[in-house]
């Protein structure tokens, strides 16, 4: 069984622009408003690691691709793997999720993300736990009602 929302048929579900010391990172799923995948949170852990120790990168921006930054974890395909009866790829999609947020949080380059559209749960993770975070006119930071 694939690990939880590793295919989707949209290709790349993080683009990385360069430019100078400069790397953009986007969230590219926007028919599932950027909710995370594990391929995602995979991806973007790589990345964070190896800019961490790389002297041509100065500075890290996180963005959405669509109308929302990230509308939090894949949730569906983390229960579409239990229901499958493999509850252990949800397992490794969090802890991977939360390490890409100690990562974050502990990042020694500034990180810039951009929280253009929806933010919601693991979006706001990908995004609080950086050092700076901009808010834009169509910013909405929602969380999901008791």
């Known amino acids: 069984m694939a690990p939880p929302g590793s295919t989707n048929g949209d290709g790349e579900q993080v683009l990385v622009e360069e430019n100078l010391f400069l790397r953009t990172l986007i969230l590219n799923r926007p028919r599932q408003l950027n909710a995370l995948s594990f391929q995602m ?4 852990l790589e990345l964070f690691v190896a800019y961490e120790d790389d002297c ?3 500075l890290v921006i996180l963005k959405g691709n669509g109308r929302a930054f990230c509308a939090g974890g894949d949730v ?30 502990t990042y020694s380059k500034p990180q810039v993300s951009i929280l253009n559209g929806i933010v ?7 995004s ?6 901009i808010a834009t006119e169509n910013s909405s930071l929602g969380r999901k009602k008791p």
């Open 56 to 58: 041509n990168v100065k």
């Open 128 to 133: 609080m736990h950086g050092r700076f975070r």
């Open 76 to 105: 569906a395909a983390v229960v579409r793997d239990i229901n499958g009866g493999d509850w252990r790829l949800g397992a490794k999609f969090f802890w991977k999720e939360f390490i890409l947020n100690y990562v974050m949080a």
């Open 120 to 126: 919601m749960g693991g979006g706001a993770g990908a």
């Open 41 to 44: 949170v995979s991806k973007l």
